[in-house]
Nanobody, 123 residues
């Protein structure tokens, strides 16, 4: 069974940076597309970024493009989200997710989810 554990969240001032990490276990990491999503209170879970099996293709949401970047290390079974120039509207719980084969941006396409890590950006 796939298990995902996120870390790296916290409280940061606007304009600051955070790096989220997700540790993958239970199956062959290199056979899973990985994604990051976020959910703020009272809002639906939304797509942030996704990365292909080998890490050579990424898609980022328009709201984070140019500020966030997703990377993966298939030797370490980890996926990371570097978040720069954070804004108060980035405040949310961030979730790591995994799916097979192809890139996708809908939460319903992802089979496995972590418990999330909280990111709070103060103004």
């Amino acid at each position: 069974q796939v298990q995902l554990v996120e870390s790296g969240g916290g409280l940061v001032k606007a304009g600051g940076s955070l790096r989220l990490s997700c540790e993958f276990s239970g199956r062959a990491f290199s056979t899973y597309v990985m994604g990051w999503f976020r959910q703020a209170p009272g809002k639906e879970r939304e797509f942030v970024a996704t990365i292909s099996l080998r890490g050579d293709t990424t898609i980022e949401a328009d709201s984070v493009k140019g500020r966030f970047s997703i990377t993966r290390d298939n030797a370490e079974n980890t996926v990371s989200l570097q978040m720069n120039n954070l804004k108060p509207e980035d405040t949310a719980r961030y979730y790591c997710a995994a799916k097979d084969l192809t890139l996708a941006t809908r939460p319903s396409n992802y089979a496995y989810w972590g418990q999330g890590t909280q990111v709070t950006v103060s103004s």
